[in-house]
């Protein structure tokens, strides 16, 4: 049905949210079942790897050698993952997906807030003119700690998608943006 049943990647996630550092290395596995009708398939996903939660010391304004900080940054690195499902036809995509398995699988394991525990989305592809595509996205998730969110933006591509610019208002009043580039229809950055 012209695309692969099978994929594989990797996923390297820092992120600093004040003191706070997670790193997250994850190695990924997709398995894709086409239909009948072209364009429809159903995909599964599951990524495995390591996480990494530490404070940056080196911002502390206080007490660097804190017995609370150095408890917190002595944690071993641990093994956790995610699985997500998507269901393509057409222009319309719905996804599900569970990440950071580790804190769903063992909720008293993990004593953190800001974490996904769960995700789902709806989008729909609109072709435009000139190799240009417009997708409208609604994602609704459960954040812990915090009440669920809403989001709600859209991506433009560019070039027959070698081009993407994306923008997504969340109902906790923020606001994402990004970029991303098509290499050869085999590498997206």
Known sequence: YGFAK???GINVNNEKA??????RVLASYAYH???EKPGTRLSFGLSLGLLSQR????EISGNPDDIAIGEHNSNRDYF???????FTTGG???QAAIP?????FKKDDIKVANVITFFSAASYRIPLNNGMELEPKLTYRGVKGFDDMLDVGAQFALAE?????????HSNESATFGFGVDLKKRYLL
């Open 6 to 8: 099978t994929g594989i």
């Open 18 to 23: 004040g003191l706070l550092k997670d790193t």
């Open 33 to 35: 079942i086409p239909f």
């Open 55 to 58: 404070v940056d010391t080196d």
């Open 80 to 86: 956790d993952g995610d699985f997500g499902t998507a």
């Open 92 to 94: 319309l995509t719905l």
């Open 100 to 104: 950071n398995l580790k804190s769903f």
């Open 161 to 169: 998608k070698k081009f993407m610019v994306m923008g997504m208002y």
